[in-house]
């Protein structure tokens, strides 16, 4: 199978912080050892010598990525690749791909990976747009080309039960027909951020909590910002934020100033302390294992965190708000619907060793389904 994995990066200065370029980075070695040809097209190469590296510009911002896929382009690297599926993981650029497929007079199947939802759904069942994708008005345009892209794609591939539910809804209220093309396919774990939980030491009565997400507005970091107080003050509990991005362009923080202004609010609560991992996979690792636990975001309608995967793949309990795939993932003993029980279940781990060992063991065992191998063969059973 020839297959063209269409990257959008959204973050070149950083590549540790882009969730899809991670993925592509553990998922198309282990489709190589499947013996399939990958070629990725991205602005930086994914994956080892094998994989087949064809450089595109990275968008300047996260709307051209939607809504200007570069239809000339694209036709010029179908026809060089000759492509027997396209793999478009920014779902709104299917209808620009399907008709570059016709321009360059191929039949290749399009398989589109919903990496991102432009929305979430409410307790009540209500459709709400994502605030990230609604500067100047844009929200309802993108889920409408989210829309779009779906029907034009021969599969769909989403990350876990929760996406395909919202995924499915999403696309019956548009008039999208999913029928038989929806295929829930996980993220690949980084088997470099994995370890036997009985090398992990519970805390002494005091823990090392580590929130390793982006400080972006729309993950919910206000909540979490009010819920480090508490943490902090009202439970045997340091904490460690990461700061994923370092210093960005002046051209995204001008989009969204959001995760400097939370990392300074951040900063300066006692208790809190800011690191950076440079990019570099050796010191993230050292900065889990130095952890007790970690701590999800409070994103609405959360269909998947890779963060979180890294957290328990090291055997690192993850104390979440009972919400979208966090609620569909993580044990229930670790759920909170405020910062009252999540501060209880945070002195617990942190004081009782045997609760901490049970669900050290939970959390790696959680994860054991997302090894690369496993998910190469879930992915190329979805698009065949």
Known sequence: MRLLYLLNISNPGRLSADSGFTFADLLTPALADAGVDVTVAAPAPAGDARVGFAPT????????????????????????????????????????????????GTDARIAGYCHY????????????LDPSMDDGGLGRPVLLAFAAGLAACDRVLVHS??????????????GVDL???????????????VRDPADVPPPDGRAAAIYNHRLYAHYGTARFTALARRLTAD????????????????????????????????AALPGVTIASDRGDRVRYRDLLAGSHFGIAPFRPGCPWSMSVVDCQGMGLPVIAPRTGWLAEHIDDDLLFDTD?????????LATDGEFYRVHTKRAHASTTDFAPTAVAARYLEAIA
């Open 340 to 348: 009252e029980e999540a501060v209880q279940i945070a002195a617990r």
């Open 235 to 266: 439970a045997p509990v340091g904490l460690t934020v990461m700061d994923l991005f370092g210093t960005r362009s002046p051209e995204r923080v001008r989009l969204d100033p959001s995760p400097e202004r939370h990392r300074d609010e951040l």
């Open 57 to 104: 510009v990275s968008p300047s911002t996260k709307y051209r990525a939607r809504l200007d896929p570069g239809l000339d382009a694209l036709v010029a690297l179908i026809r060089r690749v000759k492509p027997e599926v396209v793999v478009a993981n920014q779902v709104e650029a299917a209808p620009a791909i399907r008709a570059a497929l016709l321009e360059a």
């Open 161 to 174: 039960a929760t996406a395909a539910a919202w995924t499915t809804a999403a696309a019956e209220d548009m």
């Open 179 to 193: 029928a038989e093309k929806l295929h829930i396919v996980p993220a690949p774990r980084d088997e470099r951020l």
């Open 117 to 128: 939802l432009p929305f979430s759904f409410t307790d009540d069942g209500d459709l709400e």
